[in-house]
């Protein structure tokens, strides 16, 4: 379907769908004004589906009442919740799908990435783990474990769309490609380099640096000197960062692509003062007061960057796409023995298992003009399908890619002319240990969503696990004994899946054989 936004004349045309990757050359700019809407998709790091005063589920929570995020109640109020929305459970995974508009089963960027030709994984005693993409996603050839593919990002760029990154990245390990967002087609980048993580969110620490300026670890935010020792917050230098070049895309006259991805709320768990004793007073502990700091703190710079828009009369033709990179992070694991300072509730586990509190996000999209304020979305959605339809949102409806994208767009769910969950299946891969001792829940597993039911087969093991999620959200009731005519359906569906796109799988150590696909078992 063709919306009045999406038929305006572009300033780049469109990529014809017979042409080569070396063909994407932009036609010759048109003399009319671009009136495409702008686009700023907000992604937030390691973000619970309950870490907010947005409730995502059919019923409020106590998390719900914890946080404040007026924020995101704002742009819930202009928008559409979507309360089914899905990510990998690792940050790599879920970043490379939504730049590449692939599933990590077919990237191959199944685990998390830092140093070049170096492996994440954590050990153990059993399996041996494939030789997945530790080196990440690149635009180029030539770098080993590396999955070659066009970004979405770049065809925004070449179609007329000034492109904007802030934050973080992490996409590619260090000294490759895909370590600098501007080798994706950013024009500006902010911060944005290989680790997935910050060192600290104090400015009185020079956000990892030393007083010479040498990084005391990969996980030093680069590019925010100027903020070092004045009591900035990361969290508040990158919005600020982010609206001084918003001031820049105003001037230029083009519509413009902001992908402001916050290193909040990932570890570790610095408190921002402007919040903390606020939640301390409501009876919470350091930590968890910690925590709900760096929450509001990131629901401000969302309602700074609104309350830009506003001012500056975008607000009417600017999409805005707020959206969880994987699970909060409320999982014990081998690395840490501190107290958990969130849960996932209702959800089960957390970051880095195949069970809902790894991969169900709060996702949230206003498109003025185009979603219905208020309104819920129970249809399931997946992070790659954020590259399709930020390209139909811009009006690119044909392009080729290298890739084959496994995303769908999403946007006749936003307008209501369809449903694309229907008959569709979810699907993720795993063949990795995250940490080197799992706790419960984290473990090497694929696993397929297939309308009310999934199905999540644990490598090692062999077992599977039937879930209704509609009628247990919480995962307490497996019936995969109950069952065994779905369980061999869904293991079929995903066996196949799993082959057609090239996925990988650990093997046994002690007969050196690969594990069996979910429909050998």
Avoid at 437 to 463: C, H, M, N, Q
């Amino acid at each position: 379907m063709h919306h009045p936004l999406l038929t305006l004349p572009l300033a780049a045309s469109l990529i014809p769908a017979s042409g080569s990757a070396a063909d994407n050359r932009p036609a010759t700019p048109s003399a009319s004004v671009d009136k495409r809407p702008n686009i700023i998709l907000f992604l937030v790091d390691d973000m619970g589906w309950q870490d907010t005063s947005v409730p995502f589920w059919s019923e409020r929570t106590f998390y719900n009442d914890r946080y404040e995020t007026p924020n995101m109640e704002r742009l819930a109020a202009q928008g559409m919740i979507f309360t089914q929305a899905y990510a990998c459970s690792l940050s790599s995974p879920s970043r490379c799908s939504l730049m590449t508009g692939c599933n990590a089963a077919r990237h191959g960027v199944t685990n998390w990435t830092l140093y070049r030709d170096t492996s994440t994984d954590g050990a153990s005693n059993l399996l041996t783990f494939p030789d997945w993409n530790y080196n990440g996603i690149a635009q180029v050839e030539g770098t080993n474990n590396t999955f070659v593919a066009d970004s979405f990002v770049e065809l925004l760029r070449r179609s007329g769309y000034h492109t904007i990154h802030c934050g973080k990245a992490h996409w590619g390990a260090i000294d490759t490609p895909g370590e600098s967002p501007n080798h994706f087609g950013f024009e500006t980048n902010i911060a944005g380099h290989a680790a997935g993580g910050l060192a600290t969110y104090l400015s009185e620490r020079n956000y990892g640096y030393d007083d010479k300026g040498n990084p005391r670890s990969p996980f030093a935010v680069p590019g925010l000197e100027k903020y070092w020792q004045s009591g900035t917050f990361v969290t508040e230098a990158l919005t600020q960062e982010a609206l001084h070049a918003l001031d820049k895309a105003k001037a230029y006259k083009q519509p413009f692509y902001l992908y402001m991805s916050h290193y909040a709320i990932h570890v570790p768990i610095d408190r921002d003062e402007r919040y903390f004793e606020k939640y301390k007073a409501k009876g919470l502990s350091d930590k968890e007061a910690a925590y709900a700091s760096l929450i509001e703190g990131m629901d401000k710079s969302l309602g700074d960057i609104m309350t830009w828009l506003e001012a500056n009369d975008m607000a009417d033709n600017t999409i805005i796409l707020f959206m969880g990179d994987n699970g909060g992070f409320s999982t014990s694991t081998a690395w840490r023995d501190e107290p958990l300072y969130t849960q996932n509730y209702p959800l089960n586990c957390g970051k880095g298992s195949a069970y809902e509190g790894g991969i169900r996000e709060p996702m949230i999209v206003s498109w003025p003009g185009i979603t219905q304020p208020g309104s819920r979305c129970n249809s399931y959605v997946m992070i790659e399908d954020f590259f399709p339809t930020i390209l139909e949102m811009a009006g690119i409806n044909r392009y080729k890619t290298r890739q084959e994208v496994d995303g769908v767009s999403f946007v006749p769910l936003l307008d209501g002319s369809g449903d694309p969950s229907k008959k569709r299946s979810l699907y993720w891969n795993f063949p990795n240990f995250w940490a080197d001792s799992p706790g419960p829940g984290i473990a090497a597993t694929a696993t397929v969503r297939s309308g009310d039911w999934k199905l999540i087969y644990f490598y090692e093991t062999g077992r599977k696990e039937l879930y209704n999620i509609p009628n247990d959200i919480s995962e307490k009731h497996d019936l995969a004994a109950e069952c065994p005519e779905i369980v061999a359906k869904l293991s079929s569906e995903l066996g196949k899946y799993l082959r057609s796109v090239g996925a990988m799988r650990p093997s046994f150590k002690a007969t050196g054989q690969p594990c069996p696909w979910p429909d050998e078992r």
